[in-house]
Nanobody
Framework: QVQLVESGGGSVQAGGSLRLSCAAS????????MGWFRQAPGKEREGVAT????????YYADSVKGRFTISRDNAKNTVYLQMNSLKAEDTAMYYC??????????????????WGQGTQVTVSS
C-alpha cells in the first residue's frame, strides 16, 4: 500500500521561503515521476513541479520557474520542493503525487496514481 506524507507547510511573509517534503512508503516502482500540485480556494488543482527518478528531468509551471526547485532522494523515496521568493498567489494546499512509472512526467494530473493528504502554504503580503 503506497502512502505519501507531506510536511513543511506553514505561514510565511511574501518574499520568504519554505521547503516541502514528501516521503513515500510502500512505493517500489522504477522510472517514476513524483511531484507537487496545488489548489487555491475556489480554483482547480494545478501542477507546480515534477521530477523523474531516472533521468532527473524536471518540469515546472511557468508561474514558479526561477523561484521553486524540485529535487528527490531516490534512496529515501522522498521528493522536496524548495520555494523561494514566495508570493501571496502561492497560497494553496500543496499535494504530493506519484505515479507507477513512465518516461515523461509533465505537470498535469493525468498519470499520477497516488496522492498525499496535502500541506497548507499561506503567504501573507
Amino acid at each position: 500500500q503506497v502512502q505519501l506524507v507531506e510536511s513543511g507547510g506553514g505561514s510565511v511573509q511574501a518574499g520568504g521561503s519554505l521547503r516541502l517534503s514528501c516521503a513515500a512508503s510502500g512505493y517500489n516502482y522504477r522510472s517514476t515521476c513524483m511531484g507537487w500540485f496545488r489548489q487555491a480556494p475556489g480554483k482547480e488543482r494545478e501542477g507546480v513541479a515534477t521530477i523523474h527518478s531516472g533521468s532527473g528531468s524536471t518540469y515546472y509551471a511557468d508561474s514558479v520557474k526561477g523561484r521553486f526547485t524540485i529535487s528527490r532522494d531516490n534512496a529515501k523515496n522522498t521528493v522536496y520542493l524548495q520555494m523561494n521568493s514566495l508570493k501571496a498567489e502561492d497560497t494553496a494546499m500543496y499535494y504530493c503525487a506519484a505515479d507507477r512509472g513512465r518516461w515523461y512526467c509533465g505537470i498535469i494530473e493525468t498519470g499520477f496514481d497516488y496522492w498525499g493528504q496535502g500541506t497548507q502554504v499561506t503567504v501573507s503580503s
